[in-house]
């Protein structure tokens, strides 16, 4: 999972350099959209790792 973090947030970080640099705002709108998904994909894939291992105690 934490690949698929890095992945992201490098993805994120590029889509960024490549807006600015070929002066297409759309393209952050996506950066901030896969950022946001990044995120809710975290938070929701360690609250299903916390409740998993409460269960296995």
């Not at 297409?24 to 929701?44: F, H, K, R």
């Amino acid at each position: 999972m934490l690949t698929a973090l890095l992945f992201g947030s490098t993805g994120v970080g590029v889509l960024v350099l490549l807006a600015r640099a070929m002066q297409l705002p759309a393209l952050v709108d996506v950066a901030l959209t896969l950022a946001l998904l990044a995120a809710i994909t975290g938070i929701a894939f360690a609250r299903r790792a916390w409740h998993a291992g409460s269960r296995d105690e």
